[in-house]
């Protein structure tokens, strides 16, 4: 029988075996390979060349397209005022009455000396038909009969000076009823009765406008009207005389104008100042919305952008830097940023200058789901009359 001193290895080394062969059995499997994210449905559009028109968003100020000041032309007290405060005028309508007590003086003292010129001149005619006769017997010298011409002469010139004297006297006294110089709206008076004037104030009666139609001046960096001209050379932008361009007004608090207007011209001279261009337009309004000194914004269309590129505005990103960004589809289905440059914007779409070409798959909607190098599922987007919104999936 085996002693206990050889007995103790036998049990140790089954015991050992024992234990190495329970944790073989317990070893947890080997993991399976990671396998690849799955694709992502994204909104996204297929880029195609199209046709925009230049659309330049320009300020401007509204200004009447006649305005005058009411001015006395003589001197003298108000004595009534006409007009309606903030009414419409006509032009020669009565506005003011100046006291004309004086000069109807003045124009009888002119009509009395008139008489007496006249009178004077057919004296003199009679002393000078005379004076041929006597010439003719001999009676008068040749020297007398012309002192009798020269004596009608200067009769006759008295009687033309005592003529415009009159005519003087009378538009004197005519001015003294003061007439609208133009038709329109007609603001406050500026003045009250009792009030002397003269033709040498320097404040005006009251400040008549013509309201229907009325101009808008817009102004434009000389640069960009370069630019535009350049392209418009080039052939990048097609039709487009600015002169023939239609405008809309967007007034200070965001509303369209409903009435469209029209360019007139641009400036020919570049403010020193500013380097801005003035163009002028023409809009009616005849229930008066458009008051002079409004400011508003104008929508002028300088021509047409031919075999453009255009991306919904939400699909532009911004990188660190603030710089234009998009994702594009990549030919492996992944996600790829493109840094691109806008142009101008139409519409609530962006007009990429650069970056992009047509047939490319730009990334509209789902930027939350994934990132640069994600696989991505585009989905077709569609434009509406709302703005550009995605199709339902099927």
């Known amino acids: 029988m085996p002693s ?51 659309l330049d968003e320009l300020p401007g100020r509204i200004a009447p397209m006649r305005s005058a000041e009411v001015r006395p032309r003589v ?3 108000i004595v009534e005022r006409v007009f309606r405060q903030g009414g419409s005028v ?30 004077t001149a057919s004296e003199a005619l009679q002393q000078a038909q005379r004076g041929e006769k006597l010439l003719a017997d001999g009676v008068v010298t040749q020297e007398q009969h012309e002192t009798l011409q020269a004596a ?29 110089p ?31 139609p009325v101009y808008v001046d817009f102004t434009q960096p000389a640069m960009e009207l370069r630019r535009l001209r350049q392209a418009l050379k080039d052939g990048h932008v097609q039709g487009g005389s600015s002169e023939q361009a239609n405008i809309q007004l967007i007034l200070d608090d965001g509303a369209l104008y409903e009435k469209a207007g029209r360019l007139l011209f ?29 400011y508003v914004r104008g ?45 101008r914007t139409y519409q609530e779409q962006a007009v990429i200058q650069e970056g992009l070409k047509a047939g490319e798959q730009v990334i509209v909607e789902g930027f939350q789901k994934f990132g640069a190098g994600s696989p991505v599922k585009p989905v077709a ?14």
């Open 266 to 294: 641009s400036d020919v001279s570049v403010d020193p100042g500013s380097g801005q261009v003035t163009l002028r337009g023409e809009f009616p309004n005849p229930d008066a919305e458009l008051l002079p000194g409004m």
């Open 299 to 343: 929508r002028v269309e300088q021509g047409t952008l031919s075999e453009a590129l255009v991306v919904p505005q939400q699909a532009i990103q911004r990188d660190n830097t603030g710089k234009s960004q998009v994702f594009v589809v990549a030919g492996n289905g992944t996600a790829e940023v493109r840094p691109v440059r806008v142009s």
């Open 90 to 119: 006509k032009a020669g309508e009565v506005l003011f009455k100046l006291d004309a007590s004086m000069y109807e003086v003045e124009r009888a003292s002119a009509k009395a000396v008139l008489a007496r010129a006249e009178v």
């Open 4 to 54: 206990a001193r050889t007995r103790t290895p036998f049990f140790s080394a089954l015991a050992l075996a024992s234990l190495l062969g329970s944790a073989a059995c317990n070893k947890p499997p080997e993991a399976p390979p990671s396998a690849a994210p799955p694709a992502v449905e994204v909104g996204a559009i297929t880029l195609q060349p199209s046709s925009i028109p230049v």
């Open 75 to 77: 001197s003298g007290i």
């Open 182 to 212: 133009i038709g329109g709206r007609i603001g406050r008076a500026l003045v009250t009765e009792g009030a002397l004037v003269s033709a040498g104030d320097p404040t005006a009666l009251a400040l008549i406008q013509q309201l229907d």
């Open 152 to 180: 009608l002469r200067r009769a006759e010139a008295d009687v033309a000076a005592a003529k415009a004297a009159l005519r003087r006297a009378e538009l004197n006294l005519e001015y003294t009823t003061i007439r609208a």
């Open 381 to 394: 987007w569609r434009t509406t009359g709302a703005g550009i919104q995605p199709s339902q999936p099927r």
